[in-house]
């Protein structure tokens, strides 16, 4: 697996918490010194460690905001 490189730029807000305390956050990540996207995925509570997750551009978004 290649190495990647990640910078959470602004943390958005927190869907939910499990009893381990990984949270599914909403925030703005750069990846791989690329611009910021909008990201939904879940966090270890240190941010070392992340699970599967959603990255959408400001576009796709705003979509998604229009269809809920």
């Known amino acids: 697996m290649s190495d990647f490189k990640y910078e959470i730029i602004e943390e958005l807000g927190v869907l939910s918490?499990?009893?381990?305390?990984?949270r599914k956050e909403l925030n703005r990540i750069s990846?791989?010194?690329?611009?910021?996207?909008?990201?939904i995925r879940d966090w270890s509570p240190d941010h070392e460690k992340?699970?599967?997750?959603?990255?959408?551009?400001?576009?796709?978004?705003?979509?998604?905001?229009e269809i809920i």
């Open 17 to 22: 918490e499990n009893a381990k305390g990984w």
């Open 31 to 39: 990846w791989n010194g690329a611009a910021p996207k909008y990201d």
């Open 50 to 65: 992340m699970g599967k997750g959603v990255t959408l551009t400001d576009e796709e978004l705003a979509k998604l905001k």
